[in-house]
């Protein structure tokens, strides 16, 4: 009977180790997926294209702004049946961001509040938006982007979500653009045959020449504010930015992407461009959003005055080509200024914006 029960004893020990292993070599098992599958995300987030991603168009409901705070619900992606063949569109193209670098995941709700509250509040929240959408036929959109993303590719991709939305029309879109939105827009103007639905282009401070700020050899001669900038246009949309040197202001300078796309000119007579001109002592100018931003006017230097303390009127203007239509002084702004947060430059861009 001792002799039986050894022998039970033992099968019963043998069973618990196996099935102390096969435990054992599932959790293993188990954790060597979960590596598996983590890496399998890791990598697919490495080669996902972020930038190509955040590239979207959306369709900004005029009941928005009638529910405070915002309901980003009236804010959504624009697809074939936001497009009325009967209305005029406005398409809003904000402007740079710092803060976005390539590997940034833009999630959807933030998008919805990247064109609207980041990018046009002031602009929804204004009569100049009500008589637009009410009296004058427009749908208001808002083109999203990745700013750290090279111009032009952001501009091939803006092309492509237009033509897909209104490749059908002719005459009934405007774009309106506040500075790096205006390159964005320029490069996709003048990507292949010319858009048939684009009515005008309107650019606020626009740096269609560039601005100092990104350019290396302007931020090497401004001390710590220089290696500021520097950390800041540290992207390929940032340096993007730098000047262009049309004008040999600065020694060694040069942006070839600028250069090349003016160089053409047969579609220039789309432009309406717009731009602030404070003067280079620093002195604040009519709008005052943010103080600090005059104190940049006086490190611009003479050389580049006036400006709206980030572009300089010549850029803005782009001097050296001949626009089908006067550039417009609006005064002595800053860059956020102009960016449609002042009154007189609401009613300046709505003007601009219903012309025949």
Known sequence: MKHLFKIYFFLFLQLTFLSNCEIFFEKKRKAEANKNRQLQFLLALLATDTGALAAKIFYINPLLKSNNPYNLAFVEEANSTHVNPAKKKLILVHGWDP??????????????????????????????FDAATTLDNFDVFGFDYLTSNPIDVNGSRFRAKMDSLFGNETGTVVIGAHSMGGLVSRFALYEGSQPAYIKRIITLGTPFHGSPWASPQFQASKGEIGKIAAFMTDTNGGRDLAWDNFDGTIVGASNSKLTNINAQTTRDNLFYAFYGSVNNTGTRGSGGTVPGLYLACPVLGSSFAPSDCIVPATSARLDGNTLGNTPTDLGAYDHLDIKLLISSIRITFYNTLILP
């Open 99 to 128: 803060d976005d670098r390539d590997s940034k995941l833009l999630s959807f709700s933030e998008q919805q509040g990247r064109v609207t509250t980041f990018g046009w509040k002031d602009f929804i929240d204004s009569g100049q």
